[in-house]
Structure formats: structure tokens, C-alpha cells
């Protein structure tokens, strides 16, 4: 099974500021037939569930705010958020969705 | 709306049973892949199983496999999920959630309900 690591486990940045957090994998999760990273970032606020925030590694779901972006290939994964706003305390999982069982990282939790 | 609404979670004895529900509504769940993801308190997220859209083929974790089953009623446009053999390391609260679909990947989860918790003590 793959195991995602996420870093730091918690993340204190000023608004405006730049926040970022990394996902590591176990192994690659790069699909070379098609080059395509299967990784994906949700965001979850308190006392709600998940929310589909990037896939791809990179591609914005539909809605979600352009300081939000992704970065990375192989093993080595970035959700970065360009400039931090009150509504994006939460906390942030990576789920990699190369393999069966797909799994999620431990969470990094951004606060202000 | 497209939304899902989980039903069925409780407190239950180790090595009880439990049916969770996860009713859809705003789409037909035949169309799509469903997951089962539990989040135990104050921990992160861990997928559990998940059914495609035939019906015909589902996969589960392996904390759970020969425990948990998934199905789904297509006349209620419902999920569920049995849970035997529980054991106190279940305890969690369950989300459902809806596959992204063929072009992203059905593995991608991007409707969730709000869960239905389970807890497993005696």
C-alpha cells in the first residue's frame, strides 16, 4: 500500500501570507502512460466534511479560488495558497489515487 | 441539489452489527462509483470500500474486508453499508461520497455527505 506523509503537521500563517504544504509518497504515483500525477488536495473545515480542492496534482475543481495551487510529480507533492484569507482555516489532505487501497495523508492543519 | 445524507451510525457493543445509509439524491447513484471514508475523532481520513456504478464489483480496506459489506438499493437510490464484528478501533464517523467520475478518475471523492457516527464500547 502507498503512504502518504504530509509536512509540517500544523501551520500557522499570517493573512495575506503564503502557506505551504508537501505530500510525500511511498512510491511514485506518475501514470508514465499518460504522465499524469495521481494525487489530489482536499480541504477540510471544522465540523464539515472534505471538499475536492485540486487533482492531477495541479487542476483546480471547478469553484476553487485561483491562490489555491498545485505543484509537484513522482513523490514529492505542494499545495500552496498564495495569499491566506480567514475562510481557509482547515485542515489540508493529500490522497493518492495511483494504486487500490487509494489512501489520504495524516492532515496538516493551517491556522492563522 | 445534489447531496448525500448518511443515516444509521450508534453506539453498538464490540463485536456488534450495524447497517449504515447513505441516501442520494439530485443524481442516480447506478451512474457512479461510491465510497465509504471514516475519520476517526480527531484523526485524518481513511477510505473503507467502494462499489461502481454496475454494482458488480467493490473493493475494502484490509482493516475491514471480511467485516464490512457494501451494496446499494437502485429503487431508493440509496448506499449502505453492513458492519459486523465491530471492534472498538471502528469507531468513527462515516462519510459516503460520490466518485468523481470516468475523465477525472473514480477515485476522486467530489460530493460527501456529513457523515453518521459509529461508536463501538461496551
Known amino acids: 500500500d502507498i503512504v502518504m506523509t504530509q509536512s509540517p503537521d500544523s501551520l500557522a500563517v499570517s493573512l495575506g501570507e503564503r502557506a505551504t504544504i508537501n505530500c510525500k509518497s511511498s512510491?511514485?504515483?506518475?501514470?508514465?502512460?499518460?504522465?499524469?500525477?495521481?494525487l489530489a488536495w482536499y480541504q477540510q473545515k471544522p465540523g464539515l466534511p472534505p471538499k475536492l480542492l485540486i487533482y492531477?496534482?495541479?487542476t483546480r475543481e471547478s469553484g476553487v479560488p485561483d491562490r489555491f495551487s498545485g505543484s509537484g510529480s513522482g513523490t514529492d507533492f505542494t499545495l500552496t495558497i498564495s495569499s491566506l484569507q480567514a475562510e481557509d482555516v482547515a485542515v489540508y489532505y493529500c490522497?493518492?489515487?495511483?494504486?487500490?487501497?487509494?489512501?489520504f495523508g495524516q492532515g496538516t492543519k493551517l491556522e492563522i | 441539489e445534489v447531496q448525500l445524507v448518511e443515516s444509521g451510525g450508534g453506539l453498538v457493543q464490540p463485536g456488534g452489527s450495524l447497517r449504515l445509509s447513505c441516501a442520494a439524491s439530485?443524481?442516480?447513484?447506478?451512474?457512479?462509483?461510491m465510497h465509504w471514508v471514516r475519520q476517526a475523532p480527531g484523526t485524518g481520513l481513511v477510505w473503507v470500500s467502494r462499489?461502481?456504478?454496475?454494482?458488480?464489483?467493490?473493493n475494502y480496506a484490509g482493516s475491514v474486508k471480511g467485516r464490512f459489506t457494501i451494496s446499494r438499493d437502485t429503487a431508493k437510490n440509496t448506499l449502505h453499508l453492513q458492519i459486523n464484528s465491530l471492534r472498538a478501533e471502528d469507531t468513527a464517523l462515516y462519510y459516503c461520497?460520490?466518485?468523481?467520475?470516468?475523465?477525472?478518475?473514480?477515485?476522486?471523492?467530489?460530493?460527501w455527505g456529513k457523515g453518521t457516527t459509529v461508536t463501538v464500547s461496551s
Open positions: 461520497a460520490r466518485g468523481a467520475g470516468y475523465i477525472k478518475n473514480w477515485y476522486l471523492m467530489d460530493v
Open positions: 439530485g443524481f442516480t447513484l447506478s451512474s457512479y462509483w
Open positions: 462499489i461502481d456504478s454496475d454494482g458488480t464489483s467493490t
Open positions: 512510491q511514485s504515483v506518475l501514470y508514465n502512460s499518460n504522465n499524469k500525477n495521481f
Open positions: 492531477w496534482a495541479s
Open positions: 490522497q493518492q489515487y495511483y494504486s487500490t487501497p487509494c489512501s
